[in-house]
């Protein structure tokens, strides 16, 4: 599993001209569903999405959960592409839908049980996504 991780001070995502999830201060997540992934790799990747210590703090850094701030989780089977050869991406590493999506469902599950306010955007929709980005601050995330 993948995931784009960016700080940011709001972030939307519209689906077919409504606004379907929006946050503020927190963190928009990205997250790409490759051909080998379980649950066990969603609930890992929800845990560092939650656990990630890219807030500045006085005393360090902090994560999303040290300071109870949301996640937008938007489904990305582009993370996946394959650019090596050629001009046109390859994405057949990339999860079938009807194996992504339960995933997907399990990050956005996990990161509820553990107490985190979660927006998303429709899985397999054309979603426009807009962030104001922090910093910036934007990190690639793997299990």
């Not at 503020?24 to 210590?53: F, Q, Y």
Request: net charge negative.
């Amino acid at each position: 599993m993948r995931a784009v991780v960016s700080r940011v001070d709001t972030a939307a995502v519209t689906v077919d001209g409504a606004v379907v999830g929006t946050i503020g201060r927190g963190l928009l997540a990205l997250v790409g569903v490759g051909r080998s992934d379980d649950e066990s790799s969603a609930r890992t990747m929800a845990r560092k999405i939650h656990e990630l210590r890219i807030f500045p703090a006085d005393d360090g850094a902090r994560s999303a959960d040290d300071l109870g701030l949301p996640v937008l989780v938007i489904s990305q089977f582009t993370l996946y592409a394959d650019t090596r050869k050629g001009r046109r991406p390859s994405w057949q590493d990339a999860a079938p839908g009807d194996q992504a999506e339960p995933l997907v469902d399990e990050v956005v599950a996990e990161l509820r049980r553990r107490g985190c306010t979660v927006a998303t955007g429709v899985f397999g929709a054309r979603m426009q996504v807009a962030s104001v980005n922090d910093g910036p601050m934007t990190l690639v995330l793997e299990t």
